[in-house]
């Protein structure tokens, strides 16, 4: 279970890190409230969109193997497609700057903005994967199967509240700091490399073809 929490982690932490929107939004909602009432709210909002994302990818691991291999390559390719033309840097906007308070202003925030971005795409089709490799498996009860999704949704929903602590600690200014550090290019292109070996060894494994 534990090198299934660090693969979806790994994957979502990845797929999100290029893009900046959750940054600056945490990052001014950091200079006004206080910081452990925007991670609970931040969190809790993550804890119900993981879940809806892991809740799909489970329902995606109920297709035949080809099937899920072929969406698990699509939501990988997808992914690495978005991250690809996103760009190296961007301007903050007006609508970054309003903000409603505490927790509550954190949970709505993030909450209802960003449904079906990168990090819960990547979710669900971690579940897939995960989920469906337990399902196949002949000796995995049904409790199995479950304890699966909980620990891709707990890996997922992990990856999230590390990127938004990053900015609640850092404030807005994380970007331009590894901009002026690193080559906003060089991390576009390493999270799309990565995208690229995770979604080939996924579809692999799904397909039976490489075995843990």
């Known amino acids: 279970m534990l090198s299934i929490l660090l693969a979806t982690y790994g994957a979502v932490f990845i797929a999100e890190i290029v893009g900046d929107k959750l940054l600056y939004t945490t990052g001014v909602l950091a200079t006004r409230y206080r910081p452990a009432s925007i991670v609970f709210g931040m969190g809790a909002a993550f804890t119900i969109k993981m879940a809806v994302a892991v809740a799909v990818g489970d329902a995606i691991a109920r297709l035949p193997r080809v099937l899920v291999a072929l969406v698990t390559a699509a939501s990988f390719i997808g992914v690495s497609i978005t991250l690809w ?26 909450f209802f903005s960003e449904w079906g971005d990168v990090g819960m795409v990547m979710a669900g089709t971690m579940a897939a994967k995960f ?34 602590g990053l900015a609640v600690t850092l404030g807005a200014s994380v970007r331009n700091w590894i901009a002026g550090r690193v080559n906003p290019t060089l991390v576009r292109y390493g999270a799309v490399a990565a995208m690229i070996v995770l979604g080939t060894l996924a579809v692999l494994e799904t397909l039976g073809i490489l075995v843990d």
Not at 91 to 105: E, F, N, S, W, Y
């Open 85 to 110: 033309r996103k760009p190296d840097v961007r301007a903050p906007k007006d609508k970054d700057t309003r903000i409603l308070q505490g927790t509550m202003v954190a949970f709505t925030t993030i």
């Open 131 to 164: 989920v469906w490799t337990a399902r196949a498996a002949p000796a995995v009860a049904s409790a199995g199967v479950l304890s699966t999704a909980i620990v891709v949704w707990l890996g997922a929903v992990l990856a999230m509240v590390t990127k938004g």
